[in-house]
């Protein structure tokens, strides 16, 4: 009887938004994204305009440039449709070549790979390719989706997706096993962006058998 | 005054579910009631008294002047296993083991009283609910401890040694430790 009276008082004095939406039964799957790319691709835009558009009371996103991510951002997306509920956990990771050892310690924790490109900048699309080329090889991201974006669609002198394709062709090659797409997306303005998590949610579900979300 | 509200953690709020722990003691009540009128009831029977709802409802019964009192009484200590039973099965949280067995008997002397229109005046009466107490609190507590220390079983049954084949093997994951 004392931990009904206890639920009870814990109940009435508890903040409406904290208590549980969903019993324990069912459980929230977890899956974590990671946000790849060269520096000044757009990872950190990219992150504040999904967190824009997911949630409900996010700032908004900040004008102008973005500087360079040093260490790493995380935010937690929560999806609203199925049930039981998803959440993705988005992690933008600086591109910096410095930083770039750093994104092996991510690999086995993670559900799928975002690479993001910089389309307008022909100059390194090299580097991108090589990069890309270092990440699908690591052992530890076998079998996981890839999703290659080339980003900033909204700028005049883009490359266009299928220039993009024929640089990445040689890679692509090898992904036909598993899951990769390309997609041409704005970080900036925001189109594409939805269609991309719609892209990662699907697949990070067919592939929950191989690399199971974390339950909470 | 305005009441403060404070955030507390989910899970503390869904073990705490009043609804659950309700039923929960809707349950074990019934359950007690239960075997109590079966096994008592075969005591009238056995001795040959006629069976009256006084038997699990009123504290009358239990005197310890007569043998008849002294056998009704054996019956509420032999009763108390429901109680063991019941929390094991029902509840099984070492923790809430003492909260949920001393309820039960807190329900049953309120119950007595309003059947009996008078708070319970036999020796015996209060010696039976203490000895039923001290029961259901120290087995059940060691069963629910054994139940919940009881190593896990994957897959159905739990095998001892691992073999190959379709059966789930213990492997550390290294996704666990998250970046």
Not at chain 1, 80 to 85: C, F, G, R, T, V
Not at chain 1, 173 to 193: K, Q
């Amino acid at each position: 009887m004392y931990h009904l009276f206890k639920g009870l008082y814990y109940y009435a004095t508890t903040k409406e938004g904290t208590l549980p939406v969903c019993p324990a039964v069912c459980a929230a799957a977890k899956y974590s994204i990671l946000l790849l790319g060269l520096d000044n691709a757009g990872k950190t835009t990219l992150l504040e305009k999904i967190k824009s558009i997911y949630l409900a009371h996010a700032p908004a996103p900040r004008q102008g440039a973005q500087p360079p991510t040093v260490g790493q951002n995380m935010s937690t997306i929560p999806l609203p449709a199925p049930l039981p509920p998803i959440y993705l956990k988005i992690w933008d990771i600086g591109g910096q070549e410095s930083l770039r050892n750093l994104w092996t310690q991510y690999y086995t924790s993670s559900h799928a790979i975002v690479f993001v490109v910089d389309s307008t900048d022909k100059a390194r699309i090299e580097e991108c390719r090589d990069v890309l080329e270092i990440v699908v090889d690591a052992e530890d991201t076998e079998g996981i989706p890839i999703l290659m974006l080339a980003n900033k669609q909204d700028r005049e002198e883009s490359l266009e997706v299928e220039e993009i394709k024929e640089v990445f062709n040689k890679i692509a090659e090898r992904l036909s096993a598993r899951d990769s797409r390309v997609l041409p997306i704005s970080a900036l303005t925001g189109t594409g962006v939805k269609e991309s998590v719609e892209w990662l949610v699907t697949r990070v579900m067919r592939n929950k058998e191989y690399r199971p979300p974390l339950m909470r | 005054m305005a009441r403060r509200r404070r955030i507390r953690p989910a899970s503390a709020l869904e073990s705490l579910s009043p609804l659950l722990i309700l039923s929960q003691i809707v349950a074990l009540q019934t359950a007690f009631y239960a075997v109590a009128t079966v096994l008592l009831l075969f005591t009238a029977v056995v001795l040959g008294v006629r069976f009256s709802l006084d038997w699990p409802f009123s504290w009358v019964p239990v005197n310890g002047e007569n043998a008849a009192g002294w056998t009704v009484a054996i019956v509420w200590l032999a009763n108390s296993m429901t109680s063991v039973v019941a929390i094991t099965l029902l509840v099984g949280r070492t923790k809430l083991v003492l909260d949920f067995a001393l309820t039960i008997h807190f329900i049953h002397l309120l119950i007595t009283t309003l059947y009996s229109r008078s708070l319970p005046a036999s020796w015996l009466w209060w010696a039976v609910q203490l000895g039923s107490a001290v029961i259901t609190v120290s087995l059940a507590t060691w069963l629910c401890q054994k139940r919940e220390l009881r190593p896990l079983a994957f897959g159905g049954r739990a095998r001892l040694i691992p073999t190959g084949g379709d059966g789930h093997e213990m492997v550390p994951l290294k996704r666990d430790q998250e970046p």
